[in-house]
Structure formats: C-alpha cells, structure tokens
C-alpha cells in the first residue's frame, strides 16, 4: 500500500539526515584510523581490540550511511544505523561512571561530552533511524547491498594501509606502565617528557609547557629520571596535565639522550621528532611544528 505524502517526505528526510550523520563519523574514521583506536581506548574499549574495532566501526557507519541514502536499500541501512546506535548507547551506559565528561564526539558535526544529555541526543538519533526504516520501502538486491560492503571495506583497508606506511622513526615499546596500569604506545599522539624532579631547568620546563594549549587527543607522560617518589610531587606543583611512568630504563634505551629535560613526540607508535630545547620560544615552536599544540 501506498504510505501518506507526508510519510514519504519525512522518510527521505530522516534518512538524509541519517546519512549526514553516520557517513561523515564512518569516513572520519576511515581516513584517521591511527587516532581514532587510540580514542576507542579512552573510551575503555581494550587495546588489542582498538584498531580492529576501529575498522569494524567505520565500515559499518560508512555503510549505513550509504544504504540509507538509496531508497531500495533504505530499510537495511535504517536497522544497521540503529544497531550501531543501540550498541553505543548500551555500552556508554554500561561504563557511565567511569567515562562521564569524556568527548564523544562521534560524529565531526556533533560536539558533545557524556552526560546527563548523552541519551537523549542519541535517542534522537535513533529515532531517526527507526522512522528511515519503517517509511521506506522493503529493501531488496543482497548482492547489490554487499558489493557496497565490499567496495567500503576496501577503501577502509587502503586508508588504514596508508597510515601504516606513513609512520616512520624509532618504534617506541608497545606497552609502558603509566600510573601503576598497562599503557598502550601504539595509538594516537604521545609527548613523553623526561625530567629531574630536583632540576630547576626541568622545573621552569614543566611550568611553561602547563600553560601551553595542547591538542586534545595529545597524552602527557612524564618519566622522571631520578627520585621517582618525587614524581607526583613535581606534576602538582608544575601543573603540567601528566601522567608518569617509571619505565626509565626501558624508554631510555630506545630514545637515548643526555641530561633532562628532554622529550619524545610520538604518532601511531613511532617517534616523529625530539624535544630537546627548553629555552627562549623552545619547546613551543617544535611542539606547533608538529602539531601538538595550538
């Protein structure tokens, strides 16, 4: 049966606005999968599964981005955008207390942090999702759906293949422990920022640097390079936003240098430069040069 004038129009707009959504949080991932499984990791999804995630997450959004915007296969991409919306509400609320004001910011046009209007706004999303299903046609051709799912699974691997290849330098250790945990390297943009807590020159170097505005998807680890029990200490009175890790030992033999204090600026796993002066305008041009801070 025919379904009402109004009905059609609000189904293709539903399903436009759908499409908006997921296509440009699926192709975000695609084309920045390095950053985004070091974000799935905050998001306490495990290190192991980040990366994978990562992919499994943007093939899938990408797709129901693209199924929905096709009317014969609208009602598929409706159900996959739902799922995909159902999944993140259950497993942000799940994990509430632990991820509350953390950024999710999902979808690149979508600002927003976990919190009390976290439900409401992707319940919203749902709902737009389950009125592009039932409005739309019965959805028909599997074959045409999953050359689709092929096409953007390829794009996928190519990207992430890409990113793979552009990372050079030193390889830092996988894993480090920071603040008594494992501690992934691996994933997103690290400073590793190596200090005596008795230098003055550290100290004057930490207090600088905690008036910079870093990026927020840089992670501050400071490795002290003698008296440890002083670390916590040294991060409290300097202000700078760090965690600490007493992996001296380990971190030093892949980055030697001499007296502190010293840095490592880290991509995806691998060194993309030193930050080895702390005088006049350094280290703020070398940490704007690459792109750590505004």
């Known amino acids: 049966m025919d379904m009402p004038a109004w009905k059609t129009i609000a189904g293709h707009v539903a399903a436009a606005l759908v499409a908006i959504l997921f296509l440009s949080s699926g192709i975000w991932k695609i084309t920045d999968p390095i950053v985004w499984a070091k974000n799935l990791e905050e998001f306490l999804v495990p290190a192991w599964l980040s990366t994978p995630g990562t992919l499994a997450l943007a093939v899938g959004e990408t797709l129901a981005g693209v199924l ?21 509400m259950v497993w942000v609320g799940w994990h509430y207390t632990a991820l509350v004001g953390k950024d999710c910011s999902c979808f690149p046009i979508v600002k927003r942090a976990v919190g009390p209007m ?17 409005w739309a046609r019965p959805s028909s051709s599997l074959r045409g759906a999953v050359a689709i799912l092929a096409a953007v699974a390829v794009f996928a691997g190519a990207s992430y293949g890409y990113a793979l290849s552009h990372l050079t330098g030193t ?6 422990t920071v603040d008594g945990q494992p501690y992934s ?25 905690a008036k910079f505005h870093w990026k927020d998807d840089v992670t501050i680890i400071g490795i002290p390079t003698t008296m440890p029990r ?33 840095g490592v600026a880290l ?3 691998r ?10 305008s350094e280290p703020a041009d070398t940490l704007r040069k690459l792109g750590f801070i505004d």
């Open 230 to 262: 002083f670390a916590a200490a040294f991060v409290r009175d300097t202000g700078i936003q760090a965690k600490t890790s007493l992996d001296l030992d380990l971190l030093k033999k892949v980055f030697p240098f001499g007296d502190p204090p010293y």
């Open 171 to 176: 390889k830092a250790p996988d894993t480090i």
């Open 118 to 134: 976290f439900f409401p706004e992707d319940a919203a999303m749902l709902l737009l999702a389950v009125l592009a299903s039932l």
């Open 271 to 280: 060194e993309i430069g030193p930050v080895s002066h702390y005088d006049g």
């Open 267 to 269: 991509d995806g796993g």
């Open 68 to 88: 929905v915007l096709i009317p014969r296969f609208r009602r598929w991409g409706g159900w996959l955008a739902s799922l995909l919306l159902v999944v993140f």
């Open 185 to 209: 390297l691996q994933h997103g943009r690290i400073f590793l920022f190596f200090y005596d807590p008795n230098c003055g020159h550290c100290d004057a170097a930490a207090r600088t640097m």
